[in-house]
């Protein structure tokens, strides 16, 4: 077993990681039917050791469809500074997405190979019957 300790000046900034809670539930998800896209879970801060939060909540309830929450629309206790890039999306509401239905063409083009695929086999299985005779 080995243990390494740091010791940490408590007048220091570190960085840490802290995990993103999501708070509420998005109007494009309850109102419009929407996915909620959640794509960091945690930021990378700057602060004191003694201001580290346990985590940062984040209220998403006015996202609508379509819509991002970025990095820089986080805000943050006082004296905590985010070293994330603030360019990242963080969580997103985005359209479900849906099966395609098949066109006509595609439905047409189906019942044709089928139907040519059947008959091959009923010409195979007519060769076959004629050969034990």
Do not use: W, Y
């Not at 595609?106 to 005779?133: C, K, L, M, Q």
Request: net charge negative; glycine share 10%; with cysteine.
């Amino acid at each position: 077993m080995h243990a390494d300790f740091f010791e940490i000046d408590a007048d220091q900034k570190i960085t840490v990681s802290v995990s993103l809670h999501l708070v509420g539930t998005p109007v494009g998800v309850a109102m419009d039917g929407g996915l909620l896209d959640h794509s960091i879970r945690e930021l990378e801060l700057d602060c004191l050791p003694r201001s580290i939060p346990e985590s940062i909540d984040v209220d998403v309830s006015n996202l609508h469809l379509g819509e991002t929450l970025h990095v820089s629309d986080i805000e943050t206790p006082e004296g905590v500074e985010i070293r994330t890039n603030a360019d990242l999306g963080v969580v997103s509401v985005v359209a479900p997405r849906a099966e395609a239905e098949p066109t006509v063409a595609e439905t047409e083009a189906d019942a044709e190979a089928a139907a040519e695929a059947g008959g091959a086999a009923e010409d195979a299985a007519d060769g076959d019957a004629g050969s034990d005779g």
